[in-house]
C-alpha cells in the first residue's frame, strides 16, 4: 500500500507536470498566432496605403449631393470650337468675366440680325 500511494503521488505530478507543458504550448502558440496576426495586419494596411496611393480616383469620397438643377455653364462656342481642334484659347474665355459674357450671348434671341463688316467695307 506504501509503494502504491507513492506510485499515485508520482502519478499526480507526472499529470500536473505534463498540465502546466501542455498550457505552456498552448501559450506559445497562442503568442505565435497573435504574432502572425499582427504581421498579417501590418502587410494588409502597408498594401491598403500603397493602393490608395496608387489609385486615389477609386477612393475619393462620393458626396451626398443631389442632382444639378443648373445647367454647367459653359465658355463661348468659339473657345470650344479652338478647344476641339488643339488650338490655342485665351485663358480669359475660362475667367468669371469670360463665362459671364458667354452666358449673356446665349441668352440673345437667336432671331436677331447679326452685322457685320464684309471686305469691301459695307455692311451685311
Known amino acids: ?45 502597408v ?16 458626396l451626398d449631393i443631389g442632382i444639378p438643377d443648373e445647367l454647367a455653364i459653359m465658355p463661348c462656342s468659339y473657345a470650344l470650337r479652338k478647344l476641339d481642334k488643339g488650338e490655342y484659347v485665351k485663358i480669359w474665355y475660362f475667367t468669371n468675366d469670360g463665362l459671364d459674357e458667354a452666358n449673356h450671348k446665349k441668352m440673345v434671341d437667336n432671331d436677331a440680325m447679326i452685322m457685320s463688316m464684309l471686305a469691301d467695307g459695307s455692311l451685311a
Not at 47 to 62: A, L, M, S, V
Open 1 to 45: 500500500e506504501a509503494n502504491n500511494n507513492a506510485d499515485k503521488v508520482t502519478w499526480q505530478h507526472q499529470v500536473a507536470n505534463n498540465r502546466e507543458e501542455h498550457a505552456h504550448c498552448k501559450q506559445l502558440e497562442e503568442e505565435e498566432c497573435e504574432r502572425l496576426k499582427q504581421v498579417w495586419a501590418e502587410e494588409e494596411e
Open 47 to 62: 498594401t491598403h496605403k500603397e493602393d490608395r496611393k496608387k489609385n486615389k480616383h477609386k477612393f475619393t469620397p462620393i
